[in-house]
């Protein structure tokens, strides 16, 4: 079996919510129907939202089923921003962190294409981290134009995490809506709706212990959004589309059982990211960690993620070399049209192309254990020399 590294880009499903879902898929029953079936069916989807507003703060009727991570996004931002500039034209600017996930660039950038939107981006700071105050200064070039703020929780490559509550206060003072991208900070950190202060926090099941295809928009009752698509109204009038019982069903028990046991996991996974970076770092190869790291830290970076730069290879060399020897891990980083980019997140912590170029990323979940930081740290230095020697850097 191959060692499996890759846990931020999508995780093993808990059993138990595997087996609740196998359950939940063999009976029939659209959740809008009003018949016996339809009303077990709604009766799932509810409990399912209490369940999963109850494990972060929010209010049940804050939830809005979706169909992911990447959707969530989409709606509250373009719906946010549409809302926003139809009650007052002047609401044209986003501002928005440059570390974000491509499905916050994209869609903030597919509507300064197509919508007239304009758009501030904050930097991030070396660490990767986006502070309160570079979010003010940019609101603050103009305040009455700012439609919307979008800020993500933690870095999904670097796994920087933000203090959201700081910046939530930056733009309630202004009166501006916050929305925050929480898909990798749900089950490793505590996030809590009623205390963060954002009107809207998207999260997806699948980096949790849930399924692939499933997700929430958590959004205050009182935050106007444009839907993306039309159709039945399910969803508050927000989101249309036949609910997934068995996905929101799957969601809402693999994040309540992250949560509850979070504090434990975390600890857990920041010794096996730990173990990864010191024992990359003591292999003499040059190795430095990506991003802000201090052993057992559970607060400033994501617990499962070990970042490592790599002088003189590419990423994505190593990538392929690590998956012949058994094991898997990432660059953090897209590919465009099959030709490796260096990471925008890296760019903009300052790094120079070359040096981002040697990006690895080992996440850590629920399956992982200490032998496959042992594995990993076996396979590596092979794989860093023959890289190397591919690159002609040696
Ligand atoms: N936002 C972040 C930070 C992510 O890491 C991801 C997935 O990689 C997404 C959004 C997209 O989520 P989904 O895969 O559920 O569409």
Redesign the pocket.
Known sequence: MPVYLDH???TAVYPHVAEAMAQQQRLVGNPSSLHTAGRAARRVIEESRERLAGALGARPSEVIFT???????NLSIAGIFRARRDADPRRSRIVVSAV?????LDCVEALAARDGATVTWVPCEATGEVTASAVREAIELDPASVALVTV?W???EVGAVNDVPAIAEVTQAHGIPLHV????AVGHLPVDMSTCGADAV?I????VGGP????ALLLRRDREVVPLVYGGGQERQVRSGTLDTVGALGMSLAVEYAVTHLAREADRLAALRDSTIEGAMALDRGIIAGGVWKPSDVTHRLPGNAHLLVPGCDGDSLLYLLDAAGVEVSTGSACQAGVPQPSHVLLAMGLAERAARGALRVTFGHTSVASDVDAFLAALPAAVDRARRAAGTT
């Open positions: 931020a880009a999508t169909s992911g991570g990447t959707e969530s996004d974000e996930h491509h499905a916050v993500m933690a870095n999904n991208d929480a898909v990798q998207s997806s099941a699948h980096k692939v295809g499933a997700g």
